[in-house]
């Protein structure tokens, strides 16, 4: 009962302090609420049109598909907003299991990749920009992982144990390629892990904007192998005191943000193998 009041105080407390303070902007209202969806984390008609092109086509034998793919991304984008458990998936999406089926099966063939891949292309022309970026900013990120397991390292910088998002993104934010490692790699070992796979798909990208953590000859030594690479340390001045917006740096920060509102990803929880997957064994 004493749990249900101080719940109830601090629903009451957060209420009056939304009602002070605008947590959202009428652009991220719009966007994040989506007005008219089933749930917010629908794809609308729209998106489903630009991803449609990229999704894989029915089998020519064998049984004939009765899942449709929509419902599954649609489902799949679900529990990345809302953080909720395979098992606990409502019931008007696909069988969890198929969902579940689905999702590491694109994860596996790098179906994920290839629509992120097309979306910016499809973004940066709809902008009147070169398709290819020339030029990108770079940051990792440390979340905190459960006790099911799976890889995972100590981040004695943040005091996180984990694993570690590393991210780049093109100028303006949008995604260009990640990368998932134990969060005890250093950002500068890090760094080369989502270069080595990026570096084919955008020729012309080449430039980096970085914090001082990737500072020093041994990452650009390590780029070498991939092409003709250059860092510009984005440094904080020494006298700056509090808060300060840092150029270009603050772009993937943004991006950093944006990932985080999916409440999935506020901590990992997953610890599947393929092992586990037979024996019937799913972790959620």
């Known amino acids: ?29 719009r966007k994040y609420e989506r007005e008219g969806q089933r749930y917010a984390s629908d794809l609308t008609d729209a998106e489903s049109a630009l991803i449609e092109p990229q999704m894989p086509a029915a089998k020519r034998l064998g049984r004939p598909r009765a899942t449709e793919l929509r419902a599954v991304l649609d489902a799949i984008l679900y529990i990345a907003r809302t953080g909720c458990q395979w098992r606990m998936l409502p019931k008007d999406f696909p069988p969890f299991t198929t ?4 999702f590491y099966d694109w994860r596996d063939n790098g179906l994920f990749e290839t629509i992120i891949f097309h979306l910016l292309l499809q973004a940066r022309e709809a902008a009147s920009r070169e398709a290819s970026p020339s030029a990108g900013v770079i940051d990792s990120q440390s979340v905190k992982t459960t006790e099911s397991g799976g890889p995972r390292g100590y981040d004695a910088a943040k005091k996180i144990k984990g694993r570690k998002r590393h991210i780049v993104t093109d100028t303006a934010g949008l995604l260009v390629g990640a990368e998932v490692h134990p969060a005890d790699i250093q950002d500068r070992d890090g760094a080369v892990l989502v270069i080595e796979a990026i570096h084919q798909l955008f020729p012309w990208l080449r430039h980096l904007f970085a914090d001082s953590v990737y500072n020093g000859p041994n990452l650009s030594d390590a780029l070498a192998k991939f092409g003709n690479w250059t860092i510009e340390i984005v440094k904080r001045a020494a006298d700056a005191t509090g808060f300060k917006l840092l150029p270009r740096r603050w772009i993937v920060e943004r991006t950093l943000a944006w990932l985080n509102r999916n409440r999935r990803l506020a901590k990992d929880f997953e610890a599947f193998d393929r092992e586990r997957q037979s ?3 799913h972790c959620l």
């Open 99 to 102: 969902v579940q089926g689905y």
């Open 1 to 29: 009962m004493n749990l249900v009041i101080s719940v109830s105080c601090d629903m009451m407390v957060v209420a009056k302090q939304s009602s002070r303070h605008k947590m959202w902007t009428e652009i991220t209202r």
């Open 279 to 281: 024996l019937g064994l």
